[in-house]
Every structure is written in C-alpha cells, then in structure tokens.
C-alpha cells in the first residue's frame, strides 16, 4: 500500500522522531552525537555543529515534541510560530534522490532553526491532511518514544518489536498471575 505522502516528508517525521529519541535516551549529549545523527540522515548543515548548536537544538526538540503531541488547531499555531521566529522563506529545491520540495531556510541557516522549520513544514503538511493520528508515541510506558506510524489503518502501538515483546510478556505474566 502506498500512503499519499512524498518520501521527503516521511524522512523529515522519521528524522525528527529519531532526534527526539535519541536525546531522550542521553544518546545526542555532544555536538559530535549531533553532526553523526544529522549525517545518518542526510540532513545538511550540521558538519560544523558546536555545542552551541546542540543546545539551541534541544530547545528546538522540546518545541517540536510538543508540536507531535499536540490537537490539530494548537499544532498549527506551533507550527506558524516557529515559522515567525526563524523567519522562514520556503523555495522549491531539488537535490540527491528528492524530486521538487520546500527546504523552509536558506542555506547556512542555524542548524537548530533548519531542524525546527523542517520538522514545522512535515508536521504542518499533516495539519493540512488532518492525519496527525500517525504522529505516535509508543504505548509501552516505560518507553514513549516517538514514531511515524506508516501503517495502513494507523493500528501501529509500539516503536520496536522489542516494545511490543516486553508489553506482551508482561501481559502474558500478569494474566498467569491471575489464573
């Protein structure tokens, strides 16, 4: 099944879902830890990353957390703010294996605004589809990592199989428990 999102918008999701996570799992704690995830994903602008720019970054991160977890109306004034405050100017741009589509900064834009505004324009493309639902969050509560639910009737729960294993056998313990 294919879903009615361009790649580069489930990438951008996908991006901001492993960024989030990786700071909630004390695994983006240095400006190296940054510039190494950013090249995993192909994000640019992020080889001369400082500390500076990993805790302008984090600030970022918490604004767009909030934003993945937030009712459609509250996520687009989000959205509309940080477009305000990074004064972003969208353009058509076409690069590596992406056909046309917005980059929201110019180049040499700070990489935490280039971070937020990417993350704003995904998530503002999913207030215009009125499908925030697949903007999740694992339903393991000793986990609450954040995922793009690409499933084909949003029926995903969990971040990993792993999650999925644990909630399962403890649920399997419990009802043993019971018995």
């Known amino acids: 099944m294919s879903l009615p999102y361009p790649k580069e918008l ?7 879902a492993e960024l ?3 700071r909630r799992d004390a695994e983006l704690e240095t400006a190296v830890s940054l510039r190494e995830v950013c090249a995993s994903w192909g994000f640019p602008g992020a080889s001369g990353a ?6 302008a970054t984090w600030r970022r991160i918490d604004q767009i ?3 993945w977890d937030a009712e459609r109306d509250a996520v687009a004034a989000m959205v509309n703010r940080i477009f305000e405050q990074a004064n972003a100017r969208p353009r058509l741009v076409r690069h590596d294996d992406f056909d ?8 040499g834009a700070s990489l935490a605004d280039a971070i937020a505004v990417d993350a704003a324009m ?6 215009r589809l009125d ?5 999740r ?13 690409l499933s084909r009737n949003r029926s995903r729960r969990f971040c990993s199989t792993r999650c999925q294993s644990r909630t399962n056998v403890a649920a399997f313990r419990a009802r043993a428990l019971e018995a």
Request: negative net charge; charged residues 35%.
């Open 10 to 16: 489930v990438r951008s999701l996908e991006f901001i």
């Open 122 to 127: 995904a998530l503002g493309d999913l207030v």
């Open 100 to 107: 046309w589509h917005l980059h929201g900064l110019p180049h």
């Open 137 to 149: 969050r694992c339903t393991d509560v000793r986990c609450e990592r954040m995922f793009f639910d």
């Open 50 to 55: 400082t500390r500076a720019d990993l805790e």
């Open 65 to 67: 957390e909030r934003m």
């Open 20 to 22: 989030a996570n990786r």
């Open 131 to 135: 499908d925030l639902a697949r903007c």
